[in-house]
C-alpha cells in the first residue's frame, strides 16, 4: 500500500535555502526510492500565490496563505485548520514537520490528529545578539517548540551540533545531515588559477557566514599574490556594502559578484575554483562546504557549530579560528602554493562526502526513521 507523508515547513522552492533544499531533495527521493506519495505544505508570498501546483518531480505543493510576518517569519492564525483539512482530506499517514522557523512546523503537529509525526530541527538555538529579540525566541524554544518534540515521535537532528546545542529537547534525536546531488556536484581536477570563492546568502542577518572577513583576508593575500580572485556567488540586501568593502579594500577588478547560481551552474562555479571558504561565525553544517567537498575541491573553514563534523583539519581541508583575518589569508596561501595539498584535501573531501552524504543514502536513512514512527515506536 503506497504510503502519504507531508513535509510541512514554511518555505520551499523557487525560495532559496538550505532548508529549502534539504526539503526539496527528500521529496524527490523519497518517492523516487520508497515509493512515497510525497505531499508539500508551505507558504505563499507575493512570488508564489496560495493554491496548488505540482512541484520538482512531480510532487504536490499546497502553499498556505500567510498574511501577516514577524522579521522573515511568516504567520497565520489559520494555519492548523487548513493543515487538518489537508492531512484529512489527502489521507496522509505521516507529517514531518522542517524547523527552526517558529510555528509552521509547530502547526501542522497541532493539526495532525492521532497521524504520526516527526520533527525535523535544522539548526542550534535561535539567537540573534539582540535582547528584544532572543529573548522571545528563547521563550518559544521553552514553551511552543518544547510542546512540538512533545509530539513528535520521531526527532530528526541535521547535526550533531544541533543535538549539543539543545540537548534536553533533542538527546534522542537521529542525526541526518544534509546530502549532496553527487549527479551534479562531480569531481574535477583542481585547477591552477588563483581563484577563491564564497557561496552563502548576502543578506544583513547572514553576516555571520564571514564573506566582511574574507575580503579583508584577500585584500592582504593580494600584496604577495597580485593574481588572486574572488568570486562570490550569492543574493541578498548587503550585497552593495560588500561591493562598497571590496572597493575601499582595492579590490573592485578582483571580486566578482555572481549573484545566485543554480544547479549546473552552481557545480561549475565549484569546479572553476581554486578554494572554497566559508569563515563563518555560526553555522549549523555548511552545505556549501559538501557541495565544493563533492566537486574535490579543498575547503577553508572555521571549527564552529557542525562544521568540524565535516570538516577535518588538515585531513579534508583546513579550519582557522573565526574572526582571525591574519590566519585566513595564510590558509587560502597555503592552498594557493602548494598543488599537492590543495590535491589531497580535495580528494579526501571527495571520497567523505560520496561515502556519507548522498541524498540517496540520507533519504534512506529518513525512511527508515519514518518507519519507526509509524510502527508506533516512540523515540
Same mark, same amino acid.
Given at each position: 500500500?503506497?504510503?502519504?507523508?507531508?513535509?510541512?515547513?514554511?518555505?520551499?522552492?523557487p525560495?532559496a535555502?538550505?532548508?529549502?533544499?534539504y526539503?526539496?531533495?527528500?521529496?524527490?527521493?523519497?518517492?523516487?526510492?520508497?515509493?512515497?506519495?510525497?505531499?508539500?505544505?508551505?507558504? =505563499?508570498?507575493?512570488?508564489?500565490?496560495?493554491?496548488?501546483?505540482?512541484?520538482?518531480?512531480?510532487?504536490g505543493?499546497?502553499?498556505?496563505?500567510?498574511?501577516?510576518?514577524?522579521s522573515?517569519?511568516?504567520?497565520?492564525?489559520?494555519?492548523?485548520?487548513?493543515?487538518?483539512?489537508?492531512?484529512?482530506?489527502?489521507?496522509?499517514?505521516?507529517?514531518?514537520?522542517?524547523?527552526?522557523?517558529?510555528?509552521?512546523?509547530d502547526?501542522?503537529?497541532?493539526?495532525?490528529?492521532?497521524?504520526p509525526?516527526?520533527?525535523?530541527?535544522?539548526?542550534?538555538?535561535?539567537?540573534?545578539?539582540?535582547?528584544?529579540?532572543?529573548?522571545?525566541?528563547?521563550g518559544?524554544?521553552?514553551?511552543?517548540l518544547?510542546?512540538?518534540v512533545?509530539?513528535?515521535?520521531?526527532?530528526?537532528?541535521?547535526?550533531?551540533?544541533?543535538?549539543?546545542?539543545?540537548p534536553?529537547?533533542?538527546a534522542?534525536?537521529t542525526?541526518?545531515?544534509?546530502?549532496?546531488?553527487?549527479?551534479?556536484?562531480?569531481?574535477?581536477?583542481?585547477? =591552477?588559477?588563483p581563484?577563491?570563492?564564497?557561496?552563502g546568502?548576502?543578506?544583513?542577518?547572514?553576516?555571520?557566514?564571514?564573506?566582511?572577513?574574507?575580503?579583508?583576508?584577500?585584500?592582504?593575500?593580494?600584496?604577495?599574490?597580485p593574481?588572486?580572485?574572488?568570486?562570490?556567488?550569492?543574493?541578498g540586501?548587503?550585497?552593495?556594502?560588500?561591493a =562598497?568593502?571590496?572597493?575601499?579594500?582595492?579590490?573592485?577588478?578582483?571580486v566578482?559578484f555572481?549573484?545566485?547560481?543554480?544547479?549546473?551552474?552552481?557545480?561549475?562555479?565549484?569546479?572553476?575554483?581554486?578554494?572554497?571558504a566559508?569563515?563563518?561565525?555560526?553555522?549549523?553544517?555548511?552545505s556549501?562546504?559538501?557541495?565544493?567537498?563533492?566537486?574535490?575541491?579543498?575547503?577553508?573553514?572555521?571549527?564552529?557549530?557542525?562544521i568540524?563534523?565535516?570538516?577535518s583539519?588538515?585531513?579534508?581541508?583546513?579550519?582557522?579560528?573565526?574572526?582571525?583575518?591574519?590566519?585566513?589569508?595564510?590558509?587560502?596561501?597555503?592552498?594557493?602554493?602548494?598543488?599537492?595539498?590543495?590535491?589531497?584535501?580535495?580528494?579526501?573531501?571527495?571520497?567523505?562526502? =560520496?561515502a556519507?552524504?548522498?541524498?540517496?543514502?540520507?533519504a534512506?536513512?529518513?525512511?527508515?526513521?519514518?518507519?519507526r514512527?509509524?510502527?508506533?515506536?516512540q523515540?
Amino acid at each position: 500500500m503506497t504510503r502519504t507523508v507531508l513535509l510541512a515547513c514554511p518555505y520551499f522552492p523557487p525560495h532559496a535555502g538550505g532548508v529549502e533544499t534539504y526539503v526539496c531533495q527528500l521529496a524527490r527521493h523519497l518517492r523516487a526510492r520508497h515509493g512515497y506519495r510525497v505531499l508539500v505544505a508551505t507558504t =505563499a508570498d507575493r512570488h508564489t500565490p496560495p493554491g496548488y501546483r505540482r512541484g520538482p518531480d512531480g510532487v504536490g505543493v499546497y502553499r498556505l496563505p500567510a498574511p501577516a510576518r514577524a522579521s522573515n517569519t511568516p504567520l497565520s492564525l489559520g494555519w492548523p485548520r487548513r493543515l487538518r483539512h489537508l492531512i484529512t482530506s489527502q489521507g496522509v499517514d505521516l507529517v514531518n514537520g522542517h524547523a527552526p522557523a517558529p510555528f509552521f512546523a509547530d502547526a501542522a503537529a497541532r493539526a495532525r490528529a492521532d497521524v504520526p509525526f516527526v520533527l525535523t530541527y535544522h539548526t542550534g538555538r535561535m539567537r540573534r545578539g539582540n535582547l528584544l529579540i532572543d529573548l522571545p525566541l528563547a521563550g518559544y524554544e521553552r514553551t511552543v517548540l518544547a510542546g512540538t518534540v512533545r509530539r513528535a515521535q520521531e526527532l530528526i537532528c541535521c547535526s550533531d551540533y544541533v543535538v549539543a546545542d539543545q540537548p534536553r529537547l533533542f538527546a534522542s534525536a537521529t542525526v541526518i545531515c544534509p546530502g549532496v546531488d553527487l549527479s551534479c556536484f562531480t569531481e574535477r581536477p583542481v585547477p =591552477a588559477t588563483p581563484r577563491l570563492l564564497f557561496v552563502g546568502s548576502l543578506e544583513p542577518a547572514t553576516a555571520y557566514k564571514g564573506l566582511g572577513d574574507l575580503l579583508n583576508a584577500v585584500a592582504l593575500l593580494r600584496r604577495r599574490r597580485p593574481a588572486v580572485e574572488l568570486e562570490v556567488v550569492g543574493t541578498g540586501a548587503a550585497q552593495g556594502s560588500y561591493a =562598497a568593502t571590496a572597493a575601499r579594500l582595492g579590490l573592485a577588478d578582483r571580486v566578482t559578484f555572481r549573484g545566485r547560481l543554480e544547479a549546473p551552474a552552481l557545480a561549475a562555479a565549484y569546479q572553476g575554483a581554486r578554494v572554497l571558504a566559508l569563515p563563518s561565525s555560526f553555522e549549523s553544517f555548511g552545505s556549501v562546504l559538501a557541495e565544493a567537498m563533492a566537486c574535490g575541491r579543498p575547503v577553508v573553514a572555521t571549527p564552529v557549530g557542525g562544521i568540524p563534523s565535516l570538516v577535518s583539519d588538515h585531513v579534508n581541508g583546513l579550519l582557522v579560528p573565526p574572526g582571525d583575518v591574519t590566519a585566513l589569508s595564510s590558509a587560502l596561501a597555503r592552498l594557493l602554493d602548494d598543488d599537492a595539498l590543495a590535491r589531497r584535501l580535495g580528494a579526501a573531501g571527495h571520497a567523505h562526502v =560520496a561515502a556519507e552524504l548522498s541524498w540517496e543514502q540520507q533519504a534512506d536513512r529518513t525512511a527508515e526513521v519514518f518507519a519507526r514512527a509509524l510502527d508506533g515506536r516512540q523515540c
